[in-house]
């Protein structure tokens, strides 16, 4: 059994930065991709950002150049840096945890999930 947990979320005013961690435990961490999933009232949840077992990374169009995903293998934990937060209402930032497939950071299926931390931008 795998456990996700978030910390790092809260309010922050528009322009300003703020980190997500999330801290993994019961797989192999090293050998997980991780992703960073965010959920709007009424929205759909959406892929913000990959990385791969590797390193390697995706991100999403809407936050390319303002976030930044890292992980620490010797604390099973990964962060989402968020700079330049723009109001988007007050989503609710996930943590997954998956397998990658072939190496493809494009075909990670995310099995695991964390109970979430909200992300409030005001205006």
């Known amino acids: 059994q795998v456990q996700l947990v978030e910390s790092g979320g809260g309010l922050v005013q528009a322009g300003g930065s703020l980190r997500l961690s999330c801290a993994a435990s019961g797989r192999t961490f090293s050998r997980s991709a991780m992703g960073w999933f965010r959920q709007a009232p009424g929205k759909e949840r959406e892929l913000v950002t990959t990385?791969?077992?590797?390193?390697?990374?995706y991100y999403a169009d809407s936050v390319n150049g303002r976030f930044t995903i890292s992980r620490d293998n010797a604390k099973n934990t990964v962060y989402l840096h968020m700079n330049s937060l723009n109001p988007e209402g007050t989503p609710v930032y996930y943590c997954?945890?998956?397998?990658?497939?072939?190496?493809?950071?494009?075909?990670?299926?995310?099995?695991?999930w964390g109970q979430g931390t909200q992300v409030t931008v005001s205006a």
């Open positions: 997954a945890s998956g397998h990658q497939f072939y190496g493809d950071l494009y075909n990670v299926r995310y099995d695991y």
């Open positions: 990385i791969g077992w590797s390193g390697d990374t």
